[in-house]
């Protein structure tokens, strides 16, 4: 019996089973959510407007473009999913930089085009015709249209909207003055800018 306890101690005896521990299970590791692009947005902005203001050189532009992007965030129903929501939003700015470009260019090429077309060159001077009255009235109508879906807006996004578009103050200079952050600025111009283009194109009209 001594022998049996002495084998027993040692582990030596065959077909004995011995215990087995459990292993200890890992917690599992819950994902960490994506950050949206908006979040991403408002995060990177800064960076975002110092990049393109240093490749167009011209910081109202850089805000126009900064505010374009954020209008085209907004506006997605689905995000897509893409692993590097930062490097995805400088890339949506800087093709919203290189659009803007080609439209100037085509914008300075449409408008040499009319005036090698509309200008006679009188004794070294150019000369052109005056507007048509159809012209001067579809301008004055659609300057009429503008000035009415301005003063619908909010009093609030209004006051913002000619901060910014008409007396040339930047989103901070804006946000600073009327004591709120630049993303509400955000929001309310993209609210701005969404009505005042149904309105002009008469899709909210009376």
Known sequence: M???????????????????RPTPQKAPV????????LDTYFEK?????????AS?????????????????LSALQTEPLVDNPSGYLFRMANNIYLNRLRALKSERTRDHAW???????VAGDAVTDEPTPEARITSQQQIARLKTAIDALPERTRAIFRLHKLDGLTQAQVAARLG???????????????????QVRGEGGP
């Open 45 to 53: 902005r800064d960076v975002l407007l110092r990049y393109i203001a």
């Open 115 to 121: 005036q090698a077309a509309s200008f006679e060159n």
């Open 56 to 72: 167009c050189r011209d910081p109202g532009l850089a805000e126009d473009i900064i505010q374009d992007l954020y209008v085209k």
């Open 2 to 20: 001594k022998l049996v306890r002495q084998t027993l101690a040692a582990g030596s005896l065959p077909g004995l089973c011995s215990v087995v």
């Open 180 to 198: 709120i952050s630049i993303s509400s600025v955000e929001k309310h111009l993209a609210s701005a800018l969404r009505s005042l283009a149904g």
């Open 30 to 37: 819950t994902p960490r959510p994506r950050p949206s692009l």
